[in-house]
């Protein structure tokens, strides 16, 4: 055993690491017996009898007959009007800590996280590395590209703590909110001398560093597996950060709040940790969808009993994969993940149009952006690369006049880069119009 396991698993987070590592094993025996874990009774009986905001919510015998949906679906809104009732009663007791959701949606959330919790993550982590990454999570090295406009959060990753903790990981952390050809040189020499087996970031972070590389004339060993989180990954997009990295993208999902929920296989389907959350798909009219019909997503995290968030709407959409997936997984998959309710445009008339990532999954133009400004206005900002992207941007603007209206004007914006938000994400899909829908509303 090398020096850095020992320390980890020996002495520094010993106790946090066999614990998880236990639990993962765990969550492997009930799924390879095929067993329902209990996980979901006990965090619905413990929220009717210790959280106030559940206890007026949940009639524990119907529950019994009818299942999750006898309880009434959690929106954000919810969260932030019924916050303190929405805390366990034994939450101090449980040591539980708050937590901050980024905002990509323009609303952060605050909610509370217990140890339980955290211990599950990393227990899904363990599941990631080992059945879908095929890597040692104790043993592996990785490079994180991250960015944030957080300049205390640049300033506090320096701390010589933080620095032995990566170090134990093997993990090299950058904050990468602003990117240089020189940044991307120095990041070439680290890629090279280190040779990491995982790469982990946002997708339009990697993009970047990929494509200036290549512009570059520079080259890096291949990477074992490369996986991403938080922004929507275009075929473009994969295309170039699989070129210059050399290995598959496993893009995954998850939120702050409900941790990660799936994570994609070598055939693309998104495997969800349902030892860790329980998910529904759902219609407009709260009906289970069928496989291959897209729906809203709720999550229901099952480990956390600080806060419990039951039938938590996470302002996704997603559909059921059709068929077992080849991979051969045990684990219920999700064909696609679709944008927010934010991130989907509103018609004058009401309508609501979704699965717009579905236009940009077949762009080769790499950088672009839609943005509804109003009812009848949208503003399409992209990179021009290549000779063919006037015509495609073209042709996009033509589609989306055909969806919202004749009336509604397509404005064609050349621009040098596209800034990410201030969380650091790069949004494809912004509607200024659901955004104040949706401030309305609360």
């Known amino acids: 055993m090398d020096l ?12 946090r690491i066999r614990e998880a590592m236990a639990r993962y094993r765990l969550a492997r025996e009930l799924i390879e017996r095929e067993e329902v874990p209990s996980y979901l009774q006990r965090l619905v009986h413990h929220a009717a009898h210790r959280v106030p905001y559940y206890r007026k919510r949940i009639d524990l015998e119907r529950f019994q007959r009818e299942g999750l949906s ?49 211990s599950w993550l990393l227990a899904t982590d ?57 940044d991307v040189a120095h990041y070439v020499r680290v890629l090279s001398q280190m040779r990491p087996d995982r790469v982990h970031g946002y997708p339009g972070r990697l993009y970047w560093i990929a494509r200036f590389a290549q512009e570059l004339g520079l080259e890096i060993p291949p990477v074992r597996c490369v996986t991403t989180i938080s922004e929507t990954v275009t075929a473009a997009k994969r295309r170039r950060i699989e070129s210059f990295f050399g290995a598959p993208l496993h893009d995954t999902y998850g939120t702050r709040e409900c941790g990660l929920i799936a994570a994609q296989c070598r055939y693309g389907r998104y495997h969800v940790f349902n030892f860790a959350v329980h998910v529904e798909l759902l219609d407009a009219e709260g009906h289970p969808v ?14 956390n009993f600080s806060m419990p968030l039951l039938r938590y709407e996470v302002e996704d959409f997603a559909s059921w994969a059709v068929g077992q997936c080849p991979c051969g997984s045990p684990l219920p998959a999700l064909e696609a993940i679709r944008g927010r309710y934010s991130d989907t445009f509103v018609r004058r008339d009401g309508a609501v149009v979704r699965g717009l990532t579905r236009l940009l999954e ?43 209206g004749s009336d509604c004007r397509i404005l064609r914006q050349e621009v040098a880069s596209i800034p990410p938000s201030p969380g650091g994400k790069h949004l494809h899909i912004i509607s200024e119009v659901g955004r104040r829908l949706e401030s309305s509303e609360d």
């Open 290 to 303: 069928e496989p291959g019909v897209e729906g809203r997503v709720l999550v229901t995290p099952l480990h």
């Open 4 to 15: 850095r396991r020992w320390l980890r698993t020996n002495l520094v987070e010993r106790g």
């Open 362 to 404: 077949a762009q080769t133009t790499e950088e672009i952006q839609l943005v509804q400004t109003d009812f009848d206005e949208i503003r399409i900002s992209y990179v021009p690369r290549s000779p063919a992207a006037a015509a495609e941007i073209e042709q996009l603007a033509k589609t989306l006049q055909g969806i919202m």
């Open 126 to 182: 363990f599941y990631l590395y080992y059945e879908l990454l095929g890597l040692d999570p104790l043993g592996s090295t990785s490079v994180v590209f991250y960015g944030t406009l957080n300049t205390s959060r640049q300033k506090a990753s320096g701390a010589l703590q933080r620095r032995f903790r990566l170090w134990l990981a093997r993990c090299k952390f950058y904050n990468t909110c602003v990117i240089t050809k020189e």
């Open 70 to 118: 006898a309880i009434p679906i959690l929106t954000k809104a919810d969260v932030r009007d019924h916050f303190e009732n929405l805390y366990s009663e034994d939450s101090a007791l449980r040591k539980a800590y708050p937590t901050h959701t980024s905002g990509s949606t323009g609303k952060p959330l605050t909610v509370l996280l217990d140890p339980g919790f955290h």
